[in-house]
């Protein structure tokens, strides 16, 4: 069997696509200051407690592979869960009940999974970081069931129409920071680091270059590198030349700390918008001074912001999962189920997959938690259906902490 063993995960009651190198497109979620967990823990959290059948999601992650380590994210979905049991009521009063199955990245793995969570009888599957969601999706697409991507970047998460994202994705992400720094920032001249990959070369090339040279900015570098480089002063010296004046960094969060070193070790000065998976707290800290005034298009909230969300958001974490970094990934897996338990709570036959499906087609201009409202009729970013919003938030590392630049969605 080459997924691990589903992890059953009830929580009613406690008191307190794709391939590994498709990681270099992840950029769905916000970092944060760790240090705000110390003010969550203060926080006051309602108790409203959910009572009766449960209603069963499952979900399918990569805990841990040769491509990093995600176990983040299944801690984020279940501290979520036992926040919507706990505090909020369940879903329209009926708690919800995890079923998890960790996959090794590969689609044969995480097919194996969909099937094994099949037998649960889900109303629909959460792919938290399911790097083998080309396998996943059409097993769970045949049995009618629908799927949610909080940190979409394999073409059946952006394609499939059984598959929905709340968060923009790599890619829309790229296409907003582009966008961003042509109107906003003036670039004049800009270059494109990537891991030489297919997947990366296409949002390069289609999401970055396209959209700068669309908002007037001709001169546009490309600069390919090597999966397994590490030392980047070669290719960000290749990229600075000709008097570039912003560079944009598509790559795991290991390739932007070693994109940061080389910026200080070159004293570059031009603007760096890097991917949303590097405002991490650890990239942060490991980037030192060179991460001063670094951008990043982000899906959800800053965790850091001071916004009903955020601050619910923190306190549920600082109570269910402590250890848990507050940045990349975990805000937006916590947000998507959190939303997801509202549409539940909607619906008539919550446990029914049809229904559910029909729900989720049906969302139009829909608050979601802690991401911008969302509309699931396929339209919304050209040629990926599944991502039911493009929106964004731009940030800016100052001081060690993310500050909203833009302070709205965008783009607008």
């Given at each position: 069997?080459?997924?691990?063993?589903?992890?059953?995960?009830?929580?009613?009651?406690?008191?307190?696509?794709?391939?590994?190198?498709?990681?270099?497109?992840?950029?769905?979620?916000?970092?944060?200051?760790?240090?705000?967990?110390?003010?969550?823990?203060?926080?006051?959290?309602?108790?409203?407690?959910?009572?009766?059948?449960?209603?069963?999601?499952?979900?399918?992650?990569?805990?841990?592979?040769?491509?990093?380590?995600?176990?983040?994210?299944?801690?984020?979905?279940?501290?979520?869960?036992?926040?919507?049991?706990?505090?909020?009521?369940?879903?329209?009063?009926?708690?919800?009940?995890?079923?998890?199955?960790?996959?090794?990245?590969?689609?044969?793995?995480?097919?194996?999974?969909?099937?094994?969570?099949?037998?649960?009888?889900?109303?629909?599957?959460?792919?938290?970081?399911?790097?083998?969601?080309?396998?996943?999706?059409?097993?769970?697409?045949?049995?009618?069931?629908?799927?949610?991507?909080?940190?979409?970047?394999?073409?059946?998460?952006?394609?499939?129409?059984?598959?929905?994202?709340?968060?923009a994705g790599s890619a829309p992400s790229q296409g907003a920071a582009?966008?961003?720094?042509?109107?906003?920032?003036?670039?004049?001249?800009?270059?494109?680091?990537?891991?030489?990959?297919?997947?990366?070369?296409?949002?390069?090339?289609?999401?970055?270059?396209?959209?700068?040279?669309?908002?007037?900015?001709?001169?546009?570098?490309?600069?390919?590198?090597?999966?397994?480089?590490?030392?980047?002063?070669?290719?960000?010296?290749?990229?600075?030349?000709?008097?570039?004046?912003?560079?944009?960094g598509i790559m795991p969060e290991a390739g932007c700390v070693n994109?940061?070193?080389?910026?200080?070790?070159?004293?570059?000065?031009?603007?760096?918008?890097?991917?949303?998976?590097?405002?991490?707290?650890?990239?942060?800290?490991?980037?030192?001074?060179?991460?001063?005034?670094?951008?990043?298009?982000?899906?959800?909230?800053?965790?850091?912001?001071?916004?009903?969300?955020?601050?619910?958001?923190?306190?549920?974490?600082?109570?269910?999962?402590?250890?848990?970094?507050?940045?990349?990934?975990?805000?937006?897996?916590?947000?998507?189920?959190?939303?997801?338990?509202?549409?539940?709570?909607?619906?008539?036959?919550?446990?029914?997959?049809?229904?559910?499906?029909?729900?989720?087609?049906?969302?139009?201009?829909?608050?979601?938690?802690?991401?911008p409202k969302v509309t699931c009729d396929g339209k919304q970013v050209?040629?990926?259906?599944?991502?039911?919003?493009?929106?964004?938030?731009?940030?800016?590392?100052?001081?060690?902490?993310?500050?909203?630049?833009?302070?709205?969605?965008?783009?607008?």
């Amino acid at each position: 069997m080459s997924g691990k063993r589903i992890a059953r995960s009830s929580f009613r009651v406690a008191a307190s696509a794709c391939t590994v190198l498709a990681l270099t497109l992840v950029s769905a979620c916000a970092g944060s200051d760790a240090a705000t967990t110390g003010e969550a823990e203060k926080a006051e959290l309602p108790v409203k407690k959910a009572q009766g059948k449960p209603i069963v999601i499952g979900m399918i992650n990569n805990d841990s592979n040769a491509a990093g380590n995600f176990a983040n994210v299944g801690q984020a979905t279940r501290a979520a869960v036992k926040y919507i049991n706990n505090n909020l009521g369940g879903a329209g009063g009926r708690p919800i009940r995890l079923e998890y199955c960790a996959s090794n990245g590969t689609s044969a793995a995480s097919a194996n999974c969909a099937a094994q969570l099949l037998q649960e009888k889900p109303a629909t599957v959460i792919g938290g970081l399911d790097l083998g969601s080309d396998g996943s999706i059409p097993v769970l697409a045949k049995a009618g069931v629908p799927y949610l991507s909080p940190t979409p970047t394999s073409s059946a998460d952006l394609t499939s129409p059984t598959s929905f994202s709340f968060v923009a994705g790599s890619a829309p992400s790229q296409g907003a920071a582009a966008t961003y720094a042509a109107k906003e920032l003036k670039t004049k001249k800009a270059a494109v680091l990537f891991n030489e990959n297919p997947q990366a070369r296409l949002t390069a090339e289609k999401f970055v270059r396209n959209v700068l040279k669309a908002h007037g900015v001709s001169h546009v570098t490309m600069a390919p590198f090597s999966a397994n480089e590490t030392d980047m002063a070669g290719p960000l010296s290749h990229a600075l030349k000709g008097g570039t004046d912003t560079v944009f960094g598509i790559m795991p969060e290991a390739g932007c700390v070693n994109v940061l070193k080389a910026k200080q070790s070159l004293a570059s000065t031009a603007n760096y918008f890097f991917s949303g998976n590097c405002a991490a707290p650890s990239v942060l800290k490991a980037g030192g001074s060179a991460a001063e005034g670094t951008y990043f298009p982000v899906s959800v909230q800053p965790a850091n912001a001071d916004t009903p969300d955020t601050k619910a958001f923190r306190s549920a974490m600082a109570r269910y999962a402590p250890s848990v970094d507050l940045g990349v990934y975990p805000e937006s897996a916590f947000g998507t189920a959190v939303t997801l338990s509202r549409v539940l709570a909607k619906i008539d036959k919550p446990d029914d997959p049809s229904a559910v499906m029909s729900a989720l087609r049906g969302l139009k201009n829909q608050p979601t938690f802690v991401g911008p409202k969302v509309t699931c009729d396929g339209k919304q970013v050209k040629s990926l259906p599944s991502v039911c919003s493009d929106k964004v938030r731009i940030v800016k590392s100052e001081n060690g902490e993310l500050k909203d630049d833009a302070g709205r969605w965008y783009p607008e």
